[in-house]
Nanobody, 125 residues
Framework: QVQLVESGGGLVQAGGSLRLSCAAS????????MGWFRQPPGKEREFAAA????????YYADSVKGRFTISRDNAKNTVYLQMHSLTPEDTAVYYC??????????????????WGQGTQVTVSS
């Protein structure tokens, strides 16, 4: 059974940085796509970044491009989201997700099969 466990969230001042981790277990993920989504208070869940585990191809939402970097560590079965230049608009619960396919609409939560429990990121002004 696939398990995704996020960590690394917290409170940070505007302009600061955080690195989120997603420890994945229960499968061989080489054919999976991994994604980071976020849900700001009172809003719908939105796509932030994704990576194809096999070849490392990455995708980013325009709102985070140039500030966030998604990566994976094959040896640790872990996906990371490095976040820089954080603003209060980045405040959200951040979720790790896994899709059994590398195709489909990478930005749609419906395309992902497994989800972590989420980790809170709060950026103060």
């Amino acid at each position: 059974q696939v398990q995704l466990v996020e960590s690394g969230g917290g409170l940070v001042q505007a302009g600061g940085s955080l690195r989120l981790s997603c420890a994945a277990s229960g499968r061989t993920f080489s054919n999976y796509r991994m994604g980071w989504f976020r849900q700001p208070p009172g809003k719908e869940r939105e796509f932030a970044a994704a990576i194809r585990w096999g070849d490392g191809l990455t995708y980013y939402a325009d709102s985070v491009k140039g500030r966030f970097t998604i990566s994976r560590d094959n040896a640790k079965n872990t996906v990371y989201l490095q976040m820089h230049s954080l603003t209060p608009e980045d405040t959200a619960v951040y979720y790790c997700a896994a899709a059994r396919t590398t195709g489909g609409d990478i930005r749609s939560p419906r395309e992902y099969d497994y989800w972590g429990q989420g980790t809170q990121v709060t950026v103060s002004s």
